[in-house]
């Protein structure tokens, strides 16, 4: 097959849009967050264990964005400065007007079933595919700073209890003075096809019949991406490839990784899988694909995933039928 440009995915990656500047050359201004925090015109976005609030109006979803004067109490970190000086930020705090009860329950398979004009409480795998590119921003940014400030209190280095700086972007080590960055776990994830012009998918040991997606590992220290995909591959399914071409990227905050996306081309089609890894992977044909999706016999990653969307731009048009 030819294999597609990056400008070619069909659909967006979900999880990489983004609409408002990161602003780093303000994080270490104090008196200009300080100022900002004050503003009236600041948004804050509450996040509580990866959740927050959003709300449907009509066909349109947006984060419930709060004043500073309105946010609870908890730590903040600076998500960055959007349209007309406006700065956003992040408050790590139980959502409001939340019971514990909806948090964990309220799980909706389709934008329908979000209630109008009332904010519920959601979280990034499902809102994702909702929400628009400032607000899909500004909520992966949250994730990954909650995720990772709520492990990493301590320094590493000497054990002490570490303080938020930079606006929430770095923990300080008052005691050995040592400076702490949010840390990110690159994962290569690759759809292989063949000469055949068929993509391999596979299905994890612990997922239940029937959901399959393209396979995916974390790169090793001193490896390139590239040799990443190729080992990743004999490793789990026993398949050599080649010529890994790389297509995009996005975040994927659960709770710190980036996944870099490839297709490559199987050099052998033999499948033996590693079992830790893999329960059963399968070639498919479009046509099979298409038949399988649409008797349920298979169902495939969510929107928001960079997965669906190597998926999708392999088979030529968007496809249905989401785990």
Known sequence: ???PAE???????????SAVDRSAALRDDDE??????????????????????????????AIELLGPAEA????????????????????????????EPQTRVFNPV???????????????????????????GLLVYAVALEAWHATHEFCPRCGSRTKIAGGGATRLCPRDASTHFPRVDPAVIM????????????????????????L??????GESLERAVIREVAEEVGVAVTSPRYLGSQPWPFPRSLMLGFFTRAVTTEVRCDPHEIAEARWFTRAELADALASGEVRLPPEVSIARRLIETWFGEKLTGDW
């Not at 959007?82 to 019971?99: E, I, K, N, R, T």
């Not at 934008?111 to 795998?125: I, K, Q």
């Not at 759809?191 to 998918?201: C, K, T």
């Open 1 to 3: 097959m030819e294999i």
């Open 7 to 17: 400008e070619e995915l069909i659909g967006p990656l979900l999880l990489a849009r």
């Open 32 to 61: 200009w967050l300080k100022r900002a925090w004050a503003d009236d015109r600041s948004r804050v976005l509450v996040i509580h264990e990866g959740r927050t609030l959003v709300r449907r109006t009509g066909d349109e979803f």
């Open 72 to 99: 609870p109490p908890g730590p903040h970190y600076l998500l960055g400065v959007g349209d007309g000086g406006v700065a956003y930020f992040a408050v790590s705090a139980p959502l409001p007007g939340q019971g």
């Open 110 to 136: 389709s934008p329908g079933s979000v209630p109008e004009d009332r904010a519920v409480a959601l979280g990034l795998r499902r809102a994702g595919a909702l929400l628009g590119d400032r607000d899909a």
């Open 191 to 214: 759809l292989v096809h063949d000469d055949e012009d068929r993509v391999l998918l596979a299905r994890g040991p612990n997922w239940p019949q029937g959901r399959y997606s393209i």
């Open 216 to 221: 995916a590992g974390f790169v090793e220290p």
